[in-house]
């Protein structure tokens, strides 16, 4: 199912084009602006990343994942019991060709396939990345048998200025009344790109609650893609990107109910400053057999620069009639009102917008896994502001 | 300019003929008031009358313009300054309607706005440690419950726990200058009196507070040693504490005909101070 890279850093040569080696390795050319799903993001910006590979041995199939220490309840699959169920998630939430995972899939990536049994506690998953410039491809699938439960974090960070492209591709199973509190914090730099899906298929009675939270990369995509397939589970998907300068940030999220009951609550949060831009898609399907969904969505952008750009839109396909769906958008500035009661006590403006911004973070950063803690996700979202 | 209480105190705040407006609306048309240290000043006057606009002035709202006159504080020109300046050298509002800021937490918010006034007069700044000694000691001057530093600033606080609040960061920044704008509006009797307690054991010979509110029931716990009257945008009328009794009994009728004698006057000129007896 994983292909072998199709052509190795060598043999692009420092002088081929990026886009050219990147295509190659998706077996598939760069999305165009001319894409509805690609509107307002241009790969063309990957053009950057200089052709070759930055995990740990360069294109050779080595297991970054081979000291791991699992909680009790976590084993490692390997060989066909690890194969079985890999693309599924994938496949159910539509994704399978997109071009990110085709990317993926061609980039050589690690993978790691973890079934979770009974309440496994907490797993801070790292990512290792080498100080080379180039590509650098994780795949992970993440089985939980019913009743099983796990919080997990991923903290995909890129080498220190250097220009690299992180693809993170999570499948998730949650088997009957499995619970998942998946995080993903991704603080990343100008020269960086990261490219992320989680595809996820919930039984009924599980819990999924997915918080991805980005800033400071020069593009960040997030694609979280559930698919609740009878229905009767429960999806929290929390968001947070901040741009700054130029770069940019988008998440395109998709959540479909394939039977009765379901129930989605989301929250995309949005900080857009200087001239960055954010780009915001989140598309509900509730087909005819989808009664009685509860599903709500609410996206609010903080613009602190009137040369930053927002694009948001809810993308909602009702079908079902008797469901509850409520959607919302909201854009706005720093209040003038909390600004001067801070400064009116002393705080001068600089501190006193921090204090804001922080606090918009905080409602997101909070349901990160409490991992998270230990790396000061407002620091590293915020950095000096 | 106006009343002299306490002639041989030093003058901590100079209000001459001052100008201000909003959305360019003249709100403020000519405020004299002079405040020496020891003093409390009362300032009443029909809703409207632009009480809340003096104190965002004197504040440095960025949403009111000052076009004319002057404000000296300490013999310092106040208006030159920044916000967080004024609070920092020791001017302190209480809002009317204080603020809620979701998210950041009332402890942290207390903390960062001690230390920068601590800052600004030499102290050390206290540490988050250090900090919960100094502010649970001072909690007792409003009698409010430590589970209110937990909290976001404000956020789902009642009227009255608000303006506990804005108490109890008066008490921890010492001001030298404290403006009370409605503090007493919203309160029940039992709060009125702790807020009232809270006020009057931060008053010392060395500051001076400026109260502002409708209602004579804050000044029978609160004595003040001057009233004023405010009627569009100016000061009508300054007394003793007898003056607040008088409004009471006769209401704020008398200020319509005081200000229609004023603009019949071809000149408007301010209202000519009168000189008062020691309170
Ligand atoms: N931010 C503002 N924008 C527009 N008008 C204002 C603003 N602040 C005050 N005003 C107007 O100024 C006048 C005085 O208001 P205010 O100072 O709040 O009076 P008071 O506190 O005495 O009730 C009112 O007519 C009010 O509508
Ligand atoms: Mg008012």
Same mark, same amino acid.
């Given at each position: 199912?994983?292909?072998?890279?199709?052509?190795? *850093?060598?043999?692009?040569?420092?002088?081929?084009?990026?886009?050219?080696?990147?295509?190659?390795?998706?077996?598939?050319?760069?999305?165009?602006?001319?894409?509805?799903?690609?509107?307002?993001?241009?790969?063309?910006?990957?053009?950057?990343?200089?052709?070759?590979?930055?995990?740990?041995?360069?294109?050779?199939?080595?297991?970054?994942?081979?000291?791991?220490?699992?909680?009790?309840?976590?084993?490692?699959?390997?060989?066909?019991?690890?194969?079985?169920?890999?693309?599924?998630?994938?496949?159910?939430?539509?994704?399978?060709?997109?071009?990110?995972?085709?990317?993926?899939?061609?980039?050589?990536?690690?993978?790691?396939?973890?079934?979770?049994?009974? =309440?496994?506690?907490?797993?801070? +998953?790292?990512?290792?990345?080498?100080?080379?410039?180039?590509?650098?491809?994780?795949?992970?699938?993440?089985?939980?048998?019913p009743g099983a439960r796990l919080e997990? &974090?991923?903290?995909?960070?890129?080498?220190?200025?250097?220009?690299?492209?992180?693809?993170?591709?999570?499948?998730?199973?949650?088997?009957?009344?499995?619970?998942?509190?998946?995080?993903?914090?991704?603080?990343?730099?100008?020269?960086?790109?990261?490219?992320?899906?989680?595809?996820?298929? @919930?039984?009924?009675?599980?819990?999924?609650?997915?918080?991805?939270?980005?800033?400071?990369?020069?593009?960040?995509?997030?694609?979280?893609?559930?698919?609740?397939?009878?229905?009767?589970?429960?999806?929290?998907?929390?968001?947070?990107?901040?741009?700054?300068?130029?770069?940019?940030? $988008?998440?395109?999220?998709?959540?479909?109910?394939?039977?009765?009951?379901?129930? &989605?609550?989301?929250?995309?949060?949005?900080?857009?400053?200087?001239?960055?831009?954010?780009?915001?898609?989140?598309?509900?399907q509730v087909p005819r057999l989808a009664?009685?969904?509860?599903a709500a969505q609410l996206s609010r952008?903080?613009?602190?620069?009137?040369?930053?750009?927002?694009?948001?839109?809810?993308?909602?396909?009702?079908?079902?009639?008797?469901?509850?769906?409520?959607?919302?958008?909201?854009?706005? @500035?720093?209040?003038?009102?909390?600004?001067?009661?801070?400064?009116?006590?002393?705080?001068?403006?600089?501190?006193? *917008?921090?204090?804001?911004?922080?606090?918009?973070?905080?409602?997101?950063?909070?349901?990160?896994?409490?991992?998270?803690?230990?790396?000061?996700? +407002?620091?590293?979202?915020?950095?000096?502001? | 300019?106006?009343?002299?209480?306490?002639?041989?105190?030093?003058?901590?705040?100079?209000?001459? $003929?001052?100008?201000?407006?909003?959305?360019?609306?003249?709100? !403020?048309?000519?405020?004299?008031?002079?405040?020496?240290?020891?003093?409390?000043?009362?300032?009443?006057?029909?809703?409207?009358?632009?009480?809340?606009?003096?104190?965002?002035?004197?504040?440095?709202?960025?949403?009111?313009?000052?076009?004319?006159?002057?404000?000296?504080?300490?013999?310092?020109?106040?208006?030159? !300054?920044?916000?967080?300046?004024?609070?920092?050298?020791?001017?302190? &509002?209480?809002?009317?309607?204080?603020?809620?800021?979701?998210?950041?937490?009332?402890?942290?918010?207390?903390?960062?706005?001690?230390?920068?006034?601590?800052?600004?007069?030499?102290?050390?700044?206290?540490?988050?440690?250090?900090?919960?000694?100094?502010?649970?000691?001072?909690?007792?001057?409003?009698?409010?419950?430590?589970?209110? &530093?937990?909290?976001?600033?404000?956020?789902?606080?009642?009227?009255?726990?608000?303006?506990?609040?804005?108490?109890?960061?008066?008490?921890?920044?010492?001001?030298?200058?404290?403006?009370? =704008?409605?503090?007493?509006?919203?309160?029940?009797?039992?709060?009125?009196?702790?807020?009232?307690?809270?006020?009057?054991?931060?008053?010392?010979?060395?500051?001076?507070?400026?109260?502002?509110?409708?209602?004579?029931?804050?000044?029978?716990?609160?004595?003040?040693?001057?009233?004023?009257?405010?009627?569009?945008?100016?000061?009508?009328?300054?007394?003793?504490?007898?003056?607040?009794?008088?409004?009471?009994?006769?209401?704020?009728?008398?200020?319509?005909?005081?200000?229609?004698?004023?603009?019949?006057?071809?000149?408007?000129?301010?209202?000519?101070?009168?000189?008062?007896?020691?309170?």
């Amino acid at each position: 199912m994983l292909a072998a890279p199709a052509v190795t *850093a060598a043999a692009a040569g420092s002088g081929a084009p990026a886009l050219a080696w990147l295509a190659e390795l998706a077996g598939a050319p760069l999305p165009t602006r001319r894409e509805e799903d690609w509107r307002f993001t241009d790969l063309a910006a990957l053009a950057a990343i200089p052709a070759g590979f930055a995990s740990p041995a360069a294109g050779q199939p080595v297991d970054p994942w081979s000291g791991l220490n699992l909680p009790a309840g976590v084993t490692r699959l390997t060989g066909p019991a690890a194969e079985a169920q890999l693309g599924t998630a994938l496949a159910a939430s539509g994704c399978d060709q997109h071009w990110p995972v085709r990317l993926n899939g061609g980039a050589c990536p690690a993978l790691l396939v973890l079934k979770v049994e009974g =309440d496994a506690g907490s797993l801070e +998953l790292p990512l290792p990345v080498s100080a080379a410039e180039g590509v650098v491809a994780w795949r992970l699938l993440l089985v939980l048998e019913p009743g099983a439960r796990l919080e997990l &974090l991923q903290v995909p960070a890129p080498a220190p200025g250097q220009r690299q492209l992180l693809s993170l591709v999570s499948e998730v199973v949650l088997g009957a009344g499995a619970r998942l509190q998946l995080g993903c914090l991704a603080q990343g730099h100008t020269h960086a790109a990261l490219l992320h899906h989680l595809a996820v298929r @919930q039984a009924s009675g599980s819990e999924l609650q997915a918080t991805l939270v980005s800033s400071g990369w020069g593009l960040a995509r997030h694609e979280p893609r559930v698919v609740q397939e009878q229905g009767a589970a429960r999806t929290r998907l929390l968001g947070l990107q901040r741009v700054d300068g130029r770069q940019l940030a $988008d998440t395109h999220s998709f959540v479909r109910f394939d039977g009765p009951d379901g129930e &989605l609550d989301q929250l995309h949060k949005a900080v857009a400053d200087g001239s960055g831009r954010s780009v915001f898609n989140g598309a509900v399907q509730v087909p005819r057999l989808a009664q009685r969904t509860n599903a709500a969505q609410l996206s609010r952008t903080l613009l602190l620069s009137d040369r930053a750009r927002i694009d948001t839109k809810p993308q909602l396909e009702i079908v079902a009639d008797d469901v509850k769906c409520a959607h919302g958008a909201t854009v706005s @500035q720093l209040q003038s009102e909390e600004l001067f009661y801070l400064r009116s006590r002393g705080i001068d403006a600089a501190t006193a *917008a921090g204090l804001l911004q922080r606090a918009f973070c905080h409602e997101v950063l909070r349901e990160l896994p409490a991992a998270a803690h230990r790396h000061d996700p +407002l620091t590293a979202l915020l950095g000096a502001a | 300019m106006s009343a002299v209480i306490r002639p041989d105190a030093p003058v901590l705040l100079e209000i001459r $003929d001052l100008h201000a407006s909003v959305e360019n609306q003249p709100i !403020l048309k000519g405020v004299n008031l002079t405040i020496r240290a020891g003093e409390i000043h009362a300032v009443m006057g029909r809703n409207g009358s632009g009480k809340s606009t003096l104190s965002k002035v004197l504040a440095g709202h960025p949403a009111y313009t000052v076009t004319g006159g002057s404000v000296l504080y300490r013999g310092e020109n106040l208006l030159d !300054l920044d916000p967080e300046q004024r609070s920092r050298i020791g001017l302190f &509002l209480g809002f009317q309607y204080p603020v809620e800021i979701p998210g950041v937490s009332n402890l942290e918010f207390l903390r960062v706005a001690t230390n920068a006034r601590r800052k600004e007069r030499g102290d050390e700044e206290l540490d988050t440690f250090a900090f919960e000694d100094v502010v649970r000691e001072r909690l007792s001057v409003v009698q409010m419950d430590p589970a209110f &530093l937990d909290r976001s600033v404000n956020e789902g606080f009642s009227g009255g726990e608000k303006k506990r609040n804005e108490i109890l960061q008066m008490a921890l920044l010492e001001p030298v200058v404290a403006i009370l =704008d409605e503090t007493d509006s919203g309160l029940d009797i039992d709060a009125l009196r702790i807020v009232a307690g809270g006020v009057n054991q931060l008053s010392s010979p060395d500051n001076s507070t400026l109260l502002i509110t409708h209602y004579q029931r804050l000044l029978d716990l609160i004595t003040p040693d001057a009233v004023h009257v405010m009627a569009a945008g100016r000061i009508l009328r300054s007394g003793g504490k007898d003056l607040a009794l008088e409004l009471e009994r006769s209401g704020y009728e008398w200020v319509d005909a005081e200000l229609a004698r004023l603009d019949g006057e071809a000149a408007p000129q301010p209202a000519a101070p009168q000189p008062l007896e020691v309170a």
